[in-house]
């Protein structure tokens, strides 16, 4: 199972790259004693460092996404984060998935005509998928159903 990331512009012009020379390379990731975290002035340390592969799938504009600390946000594939937060925990990523799973991503494009594209492509991934096209779909068969009650009174 290939698992992906998604890289940061600001991290990829840091690194001297650009974006479409990214998509497709091998990254490592670790996550443990090394990297350190936490809020409101506490420091949390997760074990050892353990290392965990994966693949960039490409880079997105984070000029107006939060930072968390200050840093980028990278963001993983499910699977992938299934795969760290279950490797942090000694199972596998399937059996955290198992055990505590994900309720919901969500996921925005920069451009609206890109929706039904990028929905597909999840989709093929083997996820339920809710585009916009769906959404207008269920408004109007509100609005259907409004307008019918409407009439018969």
């Known amino acids: 199972m290939v698992l992906y990331v998604l890289v940061p512009a600001s991290v990829a012009r840091s690194w001297g790259q650009f974006p479409a020379r990214l998509v497709g390379r091998r990254v490592t990731l670790t996550a443990g004693g090394s990297v350190l975290g936490g809020g409101n002035g506490s420091l949390v340390v997760i074990g050892g460092d353990r290392r965990f592969g994966g693949r960039v799938a490409g880079v997105y504009d984070d000029t107006n996404v939060a930072a968390k600390n200050g840093q980028p946000l990278l963001i993983v594939s499910s699977a992938l984060g299934a795969t760290i937060d279950g490797g942090l925990r000694g199972v596998s990523g ?31 991934l083997s996820y339920a998928v809710q585009d916009r096209a769906d959404l207008l779909a269920r408004v109007h068969t509100i609005f259907a159903i409004l307008n019918s009650l409407s009439e018969k009174c």
Not at 94 to 121: M, P, S
């Open 94 to 124: 399937a059996r955290y998935l198992d055990q505590k799973g994900y309720d919901d991503f969500t996921v925005r494009t920069d451009d609206a005509r890109q929706t039904a594209d990028v929905a597909a492509r999840i989709g093929r």
